[in-house]
């Protein structure tokens, strides 16, 4: 049966950190284009804290590293994005239920998880120019691929289709949260730095999942 083992997880992690380090100057542009220009930065930062711990924190189970995790980030990152991805990983462990391994189903849960805490967090919905229009649009994706009964790693795929296809409907749109929101028609013409990152994230989990 499909498993995803702690070794899975602890890589996509690491691949999470190292790629935020390529891709800062990348999210910061986007984030100086209608935000303050720290996106990359704040990821960065919080991703290094993470880094700094992980061999110490993934001696621990699924639920207590997640939770690790997500409290690094929120402790360590200032700004909006620090406090709605810290939501994402703390929550995303819970339905790991204290595992070291997890089958399909049981991940898809931790990503459902995870995507509605943001939402619970940011009070954000499609369409207002943040992270969710590329979250919530996977989610959903992923529910529809798993009902339909596709591999783990093709629905997957659909996922992260959805969420870059959620960062790209972004451009045209007006912000309706976050600082963005300022800048009115300004706005428009730009993707949203929150929305890009999320699919630098979908992207690890999708990129290290076994066939
Ligand atoms: P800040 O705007 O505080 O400098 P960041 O630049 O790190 O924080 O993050 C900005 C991103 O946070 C935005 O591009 C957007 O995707 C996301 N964001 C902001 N507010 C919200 C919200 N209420 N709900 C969801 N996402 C949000
Ligand atoms: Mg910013
Ligand atoms: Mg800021």
């Known amino acids: 049966s499909y498993v995803l083992d702690k070794a899975y997880f602890v890589k996509v992690i690491e691949d999470l950190a190292a790629i935020v ?21 704040n990821l960065s930062i919080g991703f ?15 639920t207590i590293l997640f939770k690790k ?7 360590k990152v200032g700004g909006s994005a620090g406090p709605l991805y810290g939501s994402l990983f703390m929550k995303m462990g819970e339905p790991a239920g204290g595992k070291d391994v ?3 189903n049981e991940f898809c849960n931790m990503l459902k998880a995870g995507i509605e805490a943001v939402e619970m967090r940011g009070k954000a919905v499609v369409g207002e120019k943040t992270m969710v229009d590329a979250l919530r ?45 300022r800048l009115g028609e300004r706005a428009i013409g730009h993707v949203d730095p929150g929305s890009a990152s999320s699919c630098i ?9 076994p066939q």
């Open 137 to 181: 649009p996977a989610l959903d994706a992923l529910t529809k691929a798993v009902e339909d009964g596709v591999a783990p790693k093709i629905a997957f795929e659909k996922m992260l289709d959805s969420a870059k296809a959620g960062r790209e409907s972004t451009i045209p749109l007006i912000a309706k949260k976050g600082r963005a929101m």
């Open 201 to 209: 994230i979908l992207e690890m989990f999708y990129k290290n999942m």
């Open 69 to 75: 995790i997500g409290m690094a980030l929120l402790g």
């Open 21 to 41: 380090e390529e891709q800062r100057d990348y999210l910061t542009g986007l984030d100086s284009a209608i935000g303050d220009g720290d996106h990359g930065l």
């Open 48 to 62: 290094r804290e993470v880094s700094k711990n992980l061999s110490e924190w993934q001696k621990e189970n699924l």
């Open 102 to 104: 997890v089958d399909f």
